[in-house]
């Protein structure tokens, strides 16, 4: 992930797939570039209405660090998610592009370390030293949960140290704004740590400190 929304070859035209599940429509809208991802969370929601029964209208269902809404529309069942340019608490968004697009980096950066991941809500809190995220050179590191809201994660710069009265909490959605790049580590369990320089992620410690990133040539 780049600190752009999305990267060039990404802003493509949008495509809507299509499922469906029961007797009933189901309708996902994106950006071309994440029609594969569109269709596998469509299979999600058929496997869901397969193991729980039809999927009601309003539905919410929580698929990584984000939820969908499924909403009856025009006599199809729209999925849409939560505004993230607005206000995700309150607002929503029939374009899954930002959703889909962090999940899916998400899911690449698990896959390359081939771990399993501790979702981290989009509404769950962050601790950051003030300024740091204008700095090149950071670091996240995640703690155990403190309790429902908190994600467990921090981020600070590399060098120099910070003062305790110097602490800033965040959205985890807010980073999409201030520094997006970040996003795609969140998944990472407790005791993990990943430190960035710019936006390209330089490395990633597991719980024994050693570095399990993988060098790029």
């Not at 529309?73 to 729209?78: A, N």
């Not at 899916?104 to 896959?111: K, R």
């Not at 800033?168 to 959605?173: A, D, K, R, T």
Request: net charge negative.
């Amino acid at each position: 992930m780049s600190n752009k929304p999305f990267p060039d070859n990404q802003s493509s035209a949008f495509c809507q797939r299509s499922r469906q599940i029961g007797n009933r429509t189901f309708v996902v809208t994106c950006r071309e570039f994440f029609a594969k991802q569109a269709d596998f969370l469509l299979e999600l929601l058929a496997d869901v209405e397969s193991e729980s029964g039809p999927i009601q209208n309003g539905a919410k269902i929580q698929v990584g660090w984000t939820i969908f809404i499924v909403n009856e529309r025009d006599g199809q069942m729209e999925v849409v998610a939560p505004d993230y340019d607005t206000n995700p608490f309150t607002d929503t968004n029939p374009d899954l592009s930002v959703s889909l697009y962090v999940q899916l980096a998400q899911n690449h950066c698990l896959q390359t370390l081939q771990i399993a991941g501790e979702a981290a809500l989009f509404q769950d809190k962050i601790v950051v030293a003030k300024g740091a995220l204008e700095q090149k050179r950071i670091y996240l590191q995640r703690g155990d949960h403190a309790g429902d809201g908190d994600s467990g994660w921090y981020l600070g710069p590399v060098e120099g140290e910070v003062d305790s009265d110097d602490l800033q909490s965040y959205y985890i959605f807010q980073l999409l704004k201030h520094r997006p790049s970040v996003l795609q580590v969140l998944a990472l369990p407790p005791g993990y740590l990943a430190v960035f320089d710019g936006e390209q992620l330089e490395a990633v410690l597991d719980e024994h400190d050693e570095n399990v990133w993988p060098i790029l040539h």
